[in-house]
């Protein structure tokens, strides 16, 4: 298998068929592999309760190009007690270990995600838990994955976009990439690990010691899956909070390098900005702070990030929007910049919400036949779907951006 790296609402309606009837005990105990753990306690493995929560598949089915999720258990070998869920758009696996929220703020944060989540699962508690269980911490990854995917398709215009079924395909003589999951040929992929040494082994086996030490972003090319991994052993990402955070900052970038198929990757301020924007309307002060630094609390007030820009702007001290479009790939990018491609999607986000998804088909797609294009070819594509998204050139921009700054960011 060739797996390649890189650096980096609504959703479709989906048709999902069921087994009639629920499974029987002793159907149950050959699906669980006589292992407790694989059983879910909310969905008991019904096919009613499964087709209610929007589920296609718990524990067993294929992962990405030739993986199941059979083969990946034993990768990790014996212990690592991984529990699956497919849903319409994503396969996810997780070792996450049981959580106790200690903090007020994350239980009241949790009170409206547990609403919608009962409204799918009715067995899970009306009330938040103290202690999250890994069953319960699987249907909230699979909530959050589905739910961000909904609000990308939404904020884009791509939730009643008809994608090509298969690659080769066009669709009203246009091309929208190579399969029906936002142009992607299979669904997004996640694996989220407890221990280091489990993804150390993935990283060995599939990414050939590639992606980075806490999380990774990757294409498996065979299948045509984006793929999130990460784990929380001394990663900072053992807080949940810090975790949806880290989750959800990495699938836009899978989000928006998936559409109408990865076959380049948009300039670096992009997916940056966007999805520090997301993760940041999580929680600000627990936001992803850049590939591989999360939140920690030695950083005080380093999560501020509006009056911080105010007064840059206020002392001219701030990179051009001509900077920001040509950042270095993401593993170059530095704090302030993405602080700053923060601020700018903020601005567009806010102020030019409608010239979004003009934007994102102008810098994604087909940009060169049978090819990966240039650079220059996508900083060409870039200024060209700016300005026609946005009325305005990287000056233009940077004269609006700062203004708006001013005007809309506290002083303190």
């Known amino acids: 298998m060739i797996l390649t790296g890189r650096s980096a609402a609504r959703a479709a309606a989906v048709a999902v068929f069921f087994a009639v009837g629920p499974l029987s005990a002793q ?16 969905t008991k493995h019904e096919a009613a309760a499964l087709a209610k929560a929007g589920y296609v598949a718990l524990n067993e089915f294929k992962f990405a190009d030739e993986l199941t999720t059979k083969d990946i258990e034993k990768t990790l070998g014996d212990g690592v007690e991984m529990i699956w869920v497919e849903t319409a758009h994503f396969r996810i696996g997780s070792s996450l270990p049981e959580y106790e929220i200690v903090e007020r703020e994350e239980k009241d944060r949790l009170n409206a995600e547990f609403e919608r989540l009962k409204a799918r699962i009715p067995a899970i508690p009306a009330k938040v838990p103290r202690k999250l269980d890994p069953w319960l911490r699987l249907h909230m990854t699979a909530q959050r994955c589905e739910e961000l995917y909904a609000e990308f398709a939404s904020l884009f215009a791509l939730d009643h976009v008809k994608w090509p079924t298969g690659p080769g395909q066009t669709v009203a003589g246009q091309y929208r990439g190579e399969g029906p999951f936002l142009g992607m040929t299979n669904k997004f992929t996640v694996l989220l690990f407890e221990k280091e040494s489990s993804y150390g082994r993935i990283r060995e086996q599939y990414l050939a010691g590639g992606g980075g030490t806490s999380s990774t972003r990757q294409l498996f090319v065979k299948s045509g899956s984006m793929f999130f991994a990460a784990h929380l052993e001394g990663s900072n990402l053992d807080q949940d909070t810090v975790l949806q955070c880290s989750l959800t900052y990495n699938l836009v970038f899978n989000l928006i390098d998936g559409t109408k198929y990865y076959t380049h990757s948009v300039p670096t301020w992009i997916p940056v900005g966007l999805g520090h924007a997301f993760a940041r309307r999580i929680s600000p002060k627990f936001n992803y702070f850049t590939d591989d630094r999360a939140y920690s609390s030695d950083d005080k007030d380093q999560w501020d990030w509006p009056p911080r820009i105010q007064a840059r702007v206020k002392n001219q001290v701030w990179p051009s929007a001509a900077k920001i479009f040509a950042l270095p790939d993401v593993t170059q990018v530095e704090y302030v910049d993405h602080m700053m491609a923060w601020s700018r999607m903020d601005f567009l986000l806010r102020e ?37 998204a946005f009325g305005m050139d990287a000056a233009g921009f940077d004269a609006a951006w700062s203004a708006w ?7 303190k």
Not at 405 to 411: H, Q
């Open 405 to 411: 700054v001013l005007k809309t960011y506290p002083k």
């Open 27 to 42: 159907e149950k105990e050959k699906e669980s592999g006589g292992e407790d753990f694989r059983l879910d306690p909310y």
């Open 352 to 388: 030019n919400a409608a010239g979004l998804p003009v934007f994102l088909d102008g810098v994604k797609g087909r940009l060169a036949q049978g090819r990966t294009p240039t650079p220059e070819e996508v900083a060409t594509a870039h200024a060209a779907a700016f300005h026609k």
